[in-house]
């Protein structure tokens, strides 16, 4: 079997590099499935996809940048590397 | 005249929502919701697929996510059962049954697959396995994003089951407040 050739939905998509990119498009799938249940007045649902996206994504930046203090700053400080 | 603003369960709704995404708001006749949950759980579904490749859904050697994954329905068993039966084959060696290595190919032998060894003129010329498996990262990501969906098509279930009676069509507030003063 030939397998130069990249085919959709069968082949690992080869975007290591930008890994952390992908977070978006998931936050935007989950946010459309989500709010489509728990939204009350679908004339806002377009609103609150957004603004829950944005929640999403500012979560896990806050996160990302809580871990980086934690294991760049503080663990060093605690634990310094001989 | 009883109240449609009371939550009542809907066995029918949850059992077709159980067999595809959404469907269980069609049937409740809640076509726009159902549209956009089907959007968002089979959006994180093939999404998952795209990144990660068949490889995503394993239930031989990622069975934990599988459980997980399982829970957007049918779709997920036979994505991997399509992964286990033609894209999956024995080790000679090991006897079990895997992904293909590079420098191999899938050879039907009887009632089975086995991996082969290619030659070095067979690789040049392009031949290997039948798919490209994710590693690392980019696995854990979409295995991730395919159980995301298996979360979020539960909630879907729940829905369709217990549906909101503020959210049937026909629902105005003054229903909620016809019916406080009637129970009063």
Not at chain 2, 61 to 67: H, I, K, M, Q, S
Not at chain 2, 123 to 143: D, K, Q, T, V
Request: aromatic share 8%; charged share 15%; net charge neutral.
């Amino acid at each position: 079997m030939n397998t130069l050739a990249y085919t959709p939905f069968v082949d690992a998509l080869a975007v290591h590099s930008i890994w952390y990119l992908l977070i978006i498009p998931m936050s935007i799938f989950l946010a459309i499935g989500y709010k489509a249940i728990r939204c009350s007045d679908l004339k806002k649902y377009p609103r609150e996809v957004v603004i829950f996206t944005i929640q999403v994504l500012g979560g896990l930046g806050l996160l990302a940048i809580a871990f980086t203090i934690v294991i760049g700053v503080l663990l060093p400080m605690l634990a310094p590397m001989p | 005249m009883q109240s449609s603003s009371t939550t009542e369960l809907n066995p029918l709704a949850g059992l077709v929502a159980c067999v595809f995404p959404g469907a269980g708001h069609l049937v409740l006749g809640q076509r726009k919701r159902g549209m956009l949950a089907m959007v968002g759980v089979m959006g994180l579904f093939f999404f998952g697929l795209l990144i990660g490749g068949i490889d995503a859904i394993d239930s031989k050697e990622n069975r934990v996510w599988f459980y997980g994954q399982m829970l957007v329905g049918p779709s997920t068993i036979v994505v991997d059962q399509i992964h286990q039966k033609h894209f999956k084959a024995y080790d000679l060696r090991t006897g079990a049954l895997r992904n293909g290595y590079p420098g191999e190919h899938r050879v039907e032998d009887g009632s089975r697959a086995i991996w082969q060894p290619l030659t070095q003129a067979q690789i040049e010329s392009g031949m290997g396995p039948p798919n490209l498996p994710g590693l690392g990262r980019l696995n854990e990501i979409a295995m991730l994003s395919i159980v995301l969906a298996g979360m979020l098509n539960l909630i879907v279930v729940i829905d369709a089951l217990v549906p909101n009676p503020k959210h049937m069509p026909g629902w105005s507030g003054n229903q909620a407040d016809d019916s406080a003063k009637g129970g009063a």
